[in-house]
């Protein structure tokens, strides 16, 4: 089990075999971020990093900075895995946009069905 900002979590399947690996990777995301996740700014969820502004130029920044972050910390980000300033995102089965909140409609079907 482990803790993000928005509650505990507790895997199914454990990630390569290593019993506290997730755990570990978690704190070490929250530790980094902490800032920028308790202002609102950023979310994180084990390898996930979700960055959010209203302003463009503070959004550049936010970005720089977290990119900075991971390399110092000796992390990295896989460019064609990241999704550059769009307005819509799907984060941990929800859509994410101007709108808020919502679930992905095949989940829904699927439910409905």
């Known amino acids: 089990m482990f803790t993000t900002h928005i509650g505990?979590?507790?895997p199914t399947v454990m990630y390569c075999g290593l019993t506290n690996s997730p755990i570990t990777f978690q704190t070490i995301m929250n530790d980094l971020f902490?800032?920028?996740i308790n202002q609102g700014d950023t979310a994180t969820f084990i390898d996930d990093i979700l960055v959010a502004t209203n302003i463009e130029e503070e959004h550049n920044e936010l970005i720089e900075e977290v990119l900075r972050r991971?390399?110092?910390n000796d992390l990295f980000?896989?460019?064609e895995k990241c999704k550059w300033k769009v307005r819509?995102?799907?984060f941990l089965g929800v859509i994410?946009?101007?709108k808020g909140m919502e679930m992905q409609k095949e989940k829904v079907e699927g439910i409905l069905k």
């Open 8 to 10: 505990a979590y507790e």
């Open 70 to 72: 991971l390399e110092e």
């Open 96 to 98: 994410i946009g101007p």
């Open 77 to 79: 980000v896989k460019p």
């Open 34 to 36: 902490q800032d920028f």
């Open 88 to 90: 819509e995102v799907e």
